[in-house]
């Protein structure tokens, strides 16, 4: 299987105006590999809490982090990271959430491409962004009952 960072990398780089104010900071630890980012609060406005509750996102950007990147850690290149015979042996469910601005629905679709025999479940347009247990709880519980129940038959 491909290096699972690699189809959205090529994805963003489609769109280069995608992340907005995402700032990569300079790593000062010479002992954490890797690039640190810190979404801007454009971004999280914009891309991953476009639906939810202002509430909900003045308190993400009060708890944002910097986070590390690993796209460039040998592992994440690692081609047989994910195997049909390792990951693929598992069941595997993926919830398309149509309106998420921060992983678009076309890569969503494009990630499930690339992982054959995943069951797909979608939230409808209309009301759920990155942050569906904010956006839509009562739907999110409905889907993930039903995917449970579906699940144990």
């Avoid at 990271?81 to 993926?94: D, I, P, V």
């Avoid at 992983?103 to 569906?132: C, K, L, N, T, Y």
């Amino acid at each position: 299987m491909e290096p699972v960072w690699l189809p959205f990398l090529k994805f963003v780089e489609e769109k280069p105006d995608f992340f907005l104010d995402t700032k990569e900071l300079v790593q000062s630890n010479p002992e954490i590999p890797g690039h640190p980012v810190i979404f801007g609060p454009n971004f999280m406005a914009e891309r991953l809490y476009q639906l939810s509750p202002p509430e909900d996102l003045t308190l993400a950007l009060s708890l944002i982090r910097p986070a590390n990147r690993f796209n460039e850690d040998p592992l994440m290149r690692e081609e047989k990271l994910l195997t049909e015979e390792g990951y693929g042996s598992a069941r595997r469910m993926f919830v398309v959430v149509e309106d998420d601005l921060g992983i678009p629905a076309e890569f969503q679709r494009r990630m499930i491409a690339q992982s054959p025999g995943v069951e797909v479940e979608e939230m409808a347009a209309g009301g759920a962004d990155h942050m569906p247990m904010l956006s839509r709880p009562e739907e999110l519980v409905e889907l993930l009952l039903r995917i449970a129940n579906k699940c144990c038959d």
